[in-house]
């Protein structure tokens, strides 16, 4: 099986923008988590989607938001970009229902905000 | 709520010899416990998970945990490690009420020297 693919792996946004990351997860797999890490505050989950529907949310502002599509593939939205925003963005897909809570993840994607 | 403390944030060591990597966690639920490995560039891979059962958990690569219920803990061991093993440690938890919210440990560089 193919694994978890995040698209684009690198990106660069000027402050005030706006970006939209994408994650494919593993076939079968109909939940996605997003995840934050930076060298400062280390990896923080931002949100999960399952069958189309948040299930957790993190405790991040509004500007970050998600969705998730009937094929399970999932986007992370962050409006208005700060600085603090340069993170790497880790996508996980997982298998509910199947008893092992494991979590797969993408390789991330790298954003960088001037 | 919960939260996870990694005491070291770097652990040298020499190649073949036996290394531990600590991590204590807290929490007002029951918990799933994880140990991640993130190589450069890249994203987690999952090393072993804690679920129920025996407390003594193998995973892959040589390495495996002991989860101690009256300390709070889950330490992670590898008997003789190798260059290889150079990456960053990451110990998570995750309440049983929202299993797929994965709270990580500010992580463990082990760094193997030859």
């Not at chain 1, 409006?79 to 229902?97: I, Q, R, V």
């Amino acid at each position: 099986k193919a694994g978890v693919t995040q698209t684009p792996r690198y990106l660069i946004k000027t402050r005030g923008q706006q970006v939209t990351l994408s994650c494919s997860p593993i076939s079968g797999h109909r939940s996605v988590s997003w995840y934050q890490q930076t060298p400062g505050q280390g990896l923080q989950f931002l949100f999960e989607y399952f069958s189309e529907t948040q299930r957790n949310k993190g405790n991040f502002p509004g500007r970050f938001s998600g969705r998730q599509f009937s094929n399970s593939r999932s986007e992370m939205n962050v409006s208005t970009l700060e600085l603090g925003d340069s993170a790497l963005y880790l996508c996980a897909s997982s298998a509910p229902g199947q008893g092992t809570y494991e979590q797969y993840f993408g390789p991330g994607t790298r954003l960088t905000v001037t | 709520a919960q939260s996870v403390t990694q005491l070291d944030s770097q652990v040298p060591v020499f190649e073949e010899a036996p290394v531990e990597l600590r991590c204590n966690y807290s929490s007002s639920v029951s918990v799933y416990l994880f140990w991640y490995v993130q190589y450069p560039n890249q994203g987690l891979q999952l090393l072993l998970k804690y679920l129920s059962g025996s407390t003594l958990v193998k995973g892959i690569n040589g390495f495996e945990a002991e989860f101690n219920k009256s300390q709070t803990s889950f330490h992670l061991r590898k008997p003789s490690v190798h260059i290889s093993d150079t990456a960053e440690y990451f110990c998570a938890v995750s309440g049983m009420d929202s299993s797929y919210k994965l709270i990580f440990g500010s992580g463990t560089r082990l760094l193997v020297r030859p």
